[in-house]
């Protein structure tokens, strides 16, 4: 049974960082392309980074660019976000998909799998 699962979330101060992680089961996660998604009270799901089954990975939003990174350990079978900086406006429900490609940025409608969400909190 394919399973997504993240964690790493929590309550951070502006400025700060967090590292999300995204543990696959029951499938080989470096096949898949895997987003990061978050979504906001109130707001659309927002795609904000994409691996590559190649490893590379996909364009960043102008919202994150620069701050966040991804990245995989193919041993663990588990894929990273490394938020650093977090502003205010980071404050979302993070989650990871596992999907076909990337895209210019990740459209969630390419994402078949999903895991439950993490939320992330920055405080002001």
């Known amino acids: 049974q394919l399973q997504l699962a993240e964690s790493g979330g929590g309550l951070v101060q502006s400025g700060g960082s967090l590292r999300l992680s995204c543990a696959a089961t029951?499938?080989?996660?470096?096949?898949?392309?895997i987003g990061w998604f978050r979504q906001a009270p109130g707001k659309e799901r927002e795609g904000v980074s994409c691996?590559?089954?190649?490893?590379?990975?996909?364009n960043w939003p102008h919202s994150v660019k620069g701050r966040f990174t991804i990245s995989r350990d193919i041993a663990k079978n588990t894929v990273y976000l490394q938020m650093n900086s977090l502003k205010p406006e980071d404050t979302a429900v993070y989650y990871c998909?596992?999907?076909w490609g990337c895209g210019y940025y990740p459209d969630s409608a390419d994402f078949a799998s999903w895991g439950q969400g993490t939320q992330v909190t920055v405080s002001s």
């Open positions: 029951g499938f080989n996660l470096s096949l898949h392309a």
């Open positions: 691996i590559l089954s190649s490893g590379g990975s996909g």
């Open positions: 998909a596992a999907g």
